[in-house]
């Protein structure tokens, strides 16, 4: 049975955003991340650093008053960036362009995702950051589904081997 959990901590934005690059560099397009932590945890930075892995080139800004931002991978992949924070009632969720961000056609990374529990249900990676006394973030990683399992399995054996810090 593979172990689908992982913890690790980033002592630093720079570190927050290289850990995000190194999880985009290994997305496949129908990924979904479900990036959850209280505000200013480092959702939105974290997403900095998976997008640019991913390979656009966009600049990433929260999306907390427009719900979703799709950024441009190539002709045919995109990523598409939720904030539910503001998402309080099912109406609105139902609203927003969900279903179309969750469709498949690409990478989709989810902040406040406590906001429609239903996402949970999906197969997905769970990413909690954590803010520490210190200001150092605990990053704890959860998997359900086989890809997210894989994921969490290559962030074990190159990540916490020291081969990118
Ligand atoms: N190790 C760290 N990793 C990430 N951010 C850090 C770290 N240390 C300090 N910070 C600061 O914490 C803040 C994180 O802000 P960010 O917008 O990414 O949080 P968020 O989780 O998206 O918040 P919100 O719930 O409001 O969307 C930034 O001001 C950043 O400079
Ligand atoms: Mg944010």
């Not at 008053?65 to 960036?81: D, G, K, P």
């Not at 539910?84 to 902040?111: F, K, M, N, Q, V």
């Not at 769970?126 to 962030?155: F, K, P, W, Y």
Request: some cysteine; aromatic content about 6%; charged content about 15%.
């Amino acid at each position: 049975m593979p172990d689908t959990t992982l913890h690790l901590t980033t002592t630093s934005i720079e570190q927050t955003i290289a850990f995000g690059q190194y999880i985009g560099q290994h997305l496949e397009a129908a990924d979904l991340i479900l990036l959850c932590g209280g505000l200013g945890a480092g959702k939105t930075h974290l997403t900095k650093g998976i997008v640019a892995g991913l390979g656009s080139g966009d600049t990433v800004t929260s999306p907390t008053y427009v719900f979703i931002n799709e950024y441009r991978l190539s002709a045919q992949r995109t990523v598409f960036h939720v904030d539910l924070y503001r998402a309080e009632d099912p109406h609105e969720l139902a609203s927003i362009g969900l279903d179309d961000a969750l469709s498949g056609h690409g990478t989709c990374i989810i902040e406040w995702p406590e906001r429609d529990p239903s996402l949970f249900a999906l197969p997905h990676l769970a990413i909690e950051l954590t803010i520490n006394t210190t200001g150092s973030r605990d990053i704890a990683m959860h998997a359900l589904g086989s890809r997210a399992s894989a994921l969490i399995a290559i962030i074990r054996t190159t990540w916490l081997n020291g081969t990118t810090l």
